[in-house]
């Protein structure tokens, strides 16, 4: 069992940064892949990024990549979104998830935990 809980999120500026953290709690968090996805209004949960259990390996979508960064730190059971150069288009809640595999999954029902959910807002 893992429980997830997101923060960090907000209202900016076009061109700003943000930085979201997932705090997990449990004991086989570091065996999880870990990932980011988010939803717009009207729109379907899509695929962010995802990081390997030990952080070695990360996959982006093309529509984030060179913008955003995705880190881990197993021993404060923590993952974090640094957004930087922030587009009005990145707007929406993001979720963290965690997926019992090694992998790195890009669809979300390989996920079986995720958090609450947390808003970016990005005004033109």
């Known amino acids: 069992q893992v429980q997830l809980v997101e923060s960090g999120g907000g209202l900016v500026q076009a061109g700003g940064a943000l930085r979201l953290s997932c705090a997990a709690s449990?004991?086989?968090?570091?065996?999880?892949?870990m990932g980011w996805f988010r939803q717009a209004p009207g729109k379907e949960r899509e695929f962010v990024t995802a990081?390997?259990?030990?952080?070695?390996?990360?996959y982006y979508a093309d529509s984030v990549k060179g913008r955003f960064t995705i880190s881990r730190d197993n021993a404060k059971d923590t993952v974090v979104l640094q957004m930087n150069s922030l587009k009005p288009e990145d707007t929406a809640v993001y979720y963290c998830?965690?997926?019992?595999?090694?992998?790195?999954?890009?669809?979300?029902?390989?996920?079986?935990?995720w958090g609450q959910g947390t808003q970016v807002t990005v005004s033109s």
């Open positions: 990081i390997s259990w030990s952080g070695a390996s990360t």
């Open positions: 449990g004991r086989t968090f570091r065996t999880y892949t």
């Open positions: 998830g965690a997926a019992p595999t090694g992998a790195l999954m890009t669809k979300s029902p390989s996920y079986n935990y």
